[in-house]
């Protein structure tokens, strides 16, 4: 085979990272000639059940025969890929043409003993039809024996039809290979992609978000250092876990003893979190490493070349890492705030991801001021590993998180995050805020964070694909957060509007008409209902203007009946004050069913959520309402 073909059959399986259902990191890379060692001794080092059950025999040359075969040198009608966990080979996968059946190769898996049940024949199994993809293979077949159950569960879970013929106690199994988004067998293949995916990146994230240890590198002796600030946020927060602070020329800190080096930490800590020098982080990443460290927080900034050491260390000891150039993670449930905040945030039920630190200061700010609270935060900086993509598919099953935030500027894979949200969304809003949507916005983003920010034409067609509820200021993102994490969805774009000023209820049914709702029409019957219980001279048709001269209680019913209307599917109140009665009483007080947000015009906050009350005043224990001073 000529330079040229065996360079193109190399460039179609470059070398990736990818995670286990344990969530450990492995390598998957082409096999070379220079593997043949590593390919013999694993498969020498199988059990004798293992052997039979992949070659049908029990040759002695079996191990020698399959070095020979997977590390030829590769060629465009066959692959062979291998998974290595650090520098242990811990799978190999491959096909080869069937010259009877143009199109169809025949695929085979070996794993050892020990590593079966960590998904690794599945993983390789997606990697080796993504490479079939590529060259335009038709179909899969293989060969295995009815008694080896974990390779038929293989097959069954690939999320592919597969045809099966069984005959002498040897099952052939066949199935197509997806050729595109227009083949109905792909949106299948794909959903059974990311079941697996998800489930090994939450494995893999439970060291980060559900840490048991941390360990803080740079803590300076000075306080008003990122370092320190960090460690004193988490031991003043209220972490139960150990924490260790490292600093060669510190005895304690925070009341707690100093370590000298990396290497006096206990071994297979789950956090540490990075605030050294930039020249030191690739270093200081090594040794947390070879101490099992399971997972980095990178503070630092400017890292320049150095970052893709740091990447390729966090894959090597298969660490995940969050950052570099970021704000830090807090999971207050647990008490965890390793950020360099001013002020803790409150445990609540909406997660929180952003790329801007700054940004990630003020949400957690408002989120914590309204008493929603965060259930988990990451600022991912320049995101060179963990991404929105992580923090989704981990809010979709931590059973805290009931609303999604986001900040994002840029996307590493848009296809993935797409299917990720639209996945996540239907189980709870998922917001973000466009950022960079003008030139300068764009320049402004590309400046702090290591990606380009995606266009502002891209970011609406992806959030729209995905079903995001897409927002143009942080202002309108907090009002929107307060509303969903209060109240049950809409069931449509009905708004009945109440008002007890005449001109306000216009406003807001202009307010309506620009984003797309219709303003109620008031059923014949509530009309009815409403003209014996408001004041002279009140409009009931809808917009409902009560006139400034409504008593509390009658507000509180108007509401209620209101609400209750069948061709109603929310109610927006507006209301000023008058020297009759404190309408918002009445509005805490109201007994409603469906989505209401009211408009205070005298509140000088932007935002905030008034209890539910019984009508007697006291607090009820239901969801509060969503209060905006606009």
């Avoid at 001794?41 to 079996?62: E, I, K, Q, T, V």
């Avoid at 069931?491 to 001109?503: M, P």
């Avoid at 029409?521 to 209902?529: L, N, Y």
């Avoid at 009658?554 to 020297?579: H, I, N, S, W």
């Amino acid at each position: 085979m000529s330079e040229d073909a065996t360079r193109g059959a190399r460039q179609v399986m470059p070398r990736t990272y990818a995670l286990l259902t344990d969530g450990s990191t492995v390598e998957i890379r082409p096999a070379e000639p220079q593997d043949a060692d590593a390919v013999r001794a694993m498969h020498a080092a199988m059990s004798p059940d293992n052997l039979y059950l992949r070659f049908f025999s029990m040759s002695p040359d079996n191990a020698e025969r399959e070095a020979k075969r997977v590390s030829r040198e590769p060629a465009p009608d066959r692959a062979a890929l291998l998974a290595w966990l650090g520098d242990r080979l811990v799978g190999v996968a491959s096909y080869e043409p069937m010259g009877t059946r143009p199109g169809v190769a025949e695929v085979a898996f070996a794993v050892p003993d020990d590593m079966h049940g960590r998904g690794i024949a599945t993983l390789l199994l997606e990697h080796l039809v993504s490479v079939a993809r590529e060259r335009g293979m038709q179909a899969f077949t293989a060969e295995t024996l009815m008694e080896n159950r974990a390779m038929l569960a293989v097959f069954a879970d690939a999320g592919l039809p597969v045809r099966r013929q069984l005959a002498d106690g040897v099952v052939e199994l066949t199935f197509p290979i997806p050729t595109g988004d227009a083949d109905r067998s792909m949106d299948s293949y794909l959903d059974s992609v990311a079941a697996r995916e998800s489930l090994a990146d939450v494995a893999s994230l439970r060291h980060l978000l559900r840490p048991e240890s941390v360990a803080v590198i740079g803590a300076s002796r000075r306080r008003g250092t990122v370092g320190r600030e960090i460690l004193r946020n988490i031991v003043t927060g209220g972490f139960s876990g150990e924490v260790y602070p490292v600093n060669p020329r510190a005895t304690s800190m925070e009341g707690l003893r100093c370590l000298a080096s990396v290497a006096d930490l206990p071994e297979h800590l789950d956090m540490a979190v990075i605030a050294v020098p930039p020249k030191a982080v690739t270093e200081v990443a090594a040794q947390c490493g070879q101490r099992g460290v399971r997972s980095l927080v990178v503070i630092t900034s400017g890292l320049g070349a150095d970052g893709a050491d740091l990447l390729a260390i966090c894959r090597r000891y298969g660490m995940r890492l969050v950052g570099p150039n970021c704000f830090g993670v807090a999971v207050p449930p647990l008490g965890l705030d390793a950020t360099f905040d001013a002020g803790h945030p409150k445990p609540g039920i909406a997660g929180l991801v952003v790329q801007s630190g700054g940004i990630g200061i003020s949400l957690l700010g408002h989120l914590s001021q309204l008493g929603i609270g965060v259930s988990s935060f990451a600022s991912v900086g320049d995101k060179y590993d963990v991404s929105s993509n992580d923090m989704l598919m981990w809010w979709e099953q931590d059973e805290q998180t009931k609303l999604a935030v986001l900040y994002v500027e840029s996307f590493g894979s848009p296809r993935k995050f797409a299917r990720t949200a639209r996945r996540v969304g239907q189980r709870m809003p998922v917001l973000t805020v466009l950022g960079g949507r003008s030139a300068a916005g764009q320049r402004a983003a590309a400046s702090h964070t290591a990606a380009a920010a995606t266009p502002l034409v891209t970011q609406e067609a992806l959030f729209a694909q995905a079903g995001i509820i897409t927002l143009h200021g942080l202002g309108e993102l907090v009002e929107t957060a307060a509303l969903l994490a209060c109240q049950p969805l809409p069931a449509g774009d009905r708004i009945a509007i109440v008002s007890n000023a005449g001109g306000a209820g216009v406003l807001a049914a202009d307010a309506c008409g620009d984003n797309g709702l219709r303003v109620a029409a008031i059923s014949p019957h509530t009309q009815r209902r409403l003209t014996k219980l408001l004041p002279a001279g009140a409009a009931v048709a809808g917009p409902v203007d009560t006139t400034a001269a409504v008593p509390q209680e009658p507000f509180r019913t108007c509401l209620e009946e209101v609400a209750a209307d069948d061709g109603v599917d929310a109610v927006l109140v507006v209301t000023v004050p008058t020297a009759i009665a404190d309408l918002s009483q009445s509005i805490a007080a109201a007994s409603i069913s469906k989505p209401l947000a009211a408009a205070v015009l005298d509140q000088s906050e932007g935002v905030r959520l008034i209890p539910a009350t019984d009508p007697a005043g006291q607090e009820a224990g239901s969801p509060g309402r969503g209060d905006s001073g606009r």
